[in-house]
């Protein structure tokens, strides 16, 4: 079904740094949907774009507050799935070589963290942690209640998830990381992303111009899938513990 090409495993068999970046597409067999087709039920008639902002938590902190704590619901009862697990693995597998491993995440779900994985870079922050509004700072117990949103228990601002919404910075600490990553690497790999949204977008390009050979896998088409040799079409949770049994 795969074809994995044999030069391919060689690349992998020998590299010495290697820095993979996944977007919500490998969330998306654990039942946590996509960004960009989050919308269902009660939700279907709001775009995420007007509800990820500061603009929109000034605006409207209650509806912004609810549309997380459904999301949050709905990370909390998913699981991480295979394609999750096999990046676990192939992180074992290159330790073992000792070959650096970095793993730059879009998503907010902690999900790879669960599967087991050890070096993430979370560029987008995390939807299971909270911060206040005003101050940033983490607040790591608060009630939740039906009527009022929880506010900081140090200022009494209101409190948010500690992700980053549209029109935000991304962490300088997390960004730096993921730049080293993508500059120093030998093998790029981009796994279920839109490569829209920038500056994550720009992470494979950046590898390409340094040097490294650069994978995809993704349902679709991508700005991304002209640019690159090997292009992997179908679901994460298939083609990747396909690909690393190949590499193992
Ligand atoms: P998108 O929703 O933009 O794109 C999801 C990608 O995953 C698409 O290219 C799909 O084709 C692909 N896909 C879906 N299911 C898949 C599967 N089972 N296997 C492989 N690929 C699959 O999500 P992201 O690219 O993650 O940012 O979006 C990036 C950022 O845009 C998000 O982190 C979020 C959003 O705005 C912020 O909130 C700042």
Redesign the pocket.
């Given at each position: 079904m795969v074809n994995v090409p044999e030069e391919l495993i060689a690349i992998f068999r020998s590299a010495r740094r290697v820095a993979v970046l996944t977007?919500?597409?490998?969330s998306?067999?654990s039942g946590v949907p996509?960004?960009?087709?989050a919308q269902t039920g009660l939700w279907a008639r709001y775009r995420?774009e007007d509800l990820?902002t500061p603009q929109a938590f000034r605006r409207d902190p209650r509806l912004v507050w609810e549309w997380y704590k459904w999301r949050r619901e709905l990370v909390t009862k998913a699981k991480p799935n295979r394609g999750h697990e096999a990046l676990v693995e192939l992180e074992k597998y290159l330790a073992q070589r000792g070959c650096l491993f970095a793993l730059i995440t879009?998503?907010v779900d902690g999900l790879h963290q669960r599967a087991g994985s050890q070096q993430v870079i979370e560029l987008?922050g995390n939807i299971l942690r909270t911060k206040c509004f005003d101050e940033g700072t983490l607040v790591d117990k608060w009630e939740e209640s039906d009527e009022k949103i929880p506010r900081c228990p140090q200022c009494g601002g209101l409190l948010r998830p500690d992700?980053?919404?549209?029109g935000e910075n991304l962490p300088a600490i997390a960004l730096e990381a993921a730049w080293q990553a993508t500059q120093s690497c030998d093998i790029f790999l981009c796994?279920?992303?839109?490569?829209?949204?920038e500056p994550?977008a720009s992470l494979p390009f950046m590898a390409l111009q340094y040097g490294a050979s650069v994978i995809e896998?993704?349902?679709?088409t991508?700005p991304l899938s002209t640019s690159v040799r090997y292009v992997f079409r179908g679901?994460?949770?298939v083609i990747l513990p396909y690909l690393v049994d190949c590499i193992l």
């Open positions: 977007g919500s597409g490998i998306a067999e996509t960004f960009r087709d995420p990820a879009q998503n987008h992700v980053v919404w549209f796994i279920g992303t839109s490569t829209i949204v994550a896998i993704n349902l679709h991508t679901p994460a949770g």
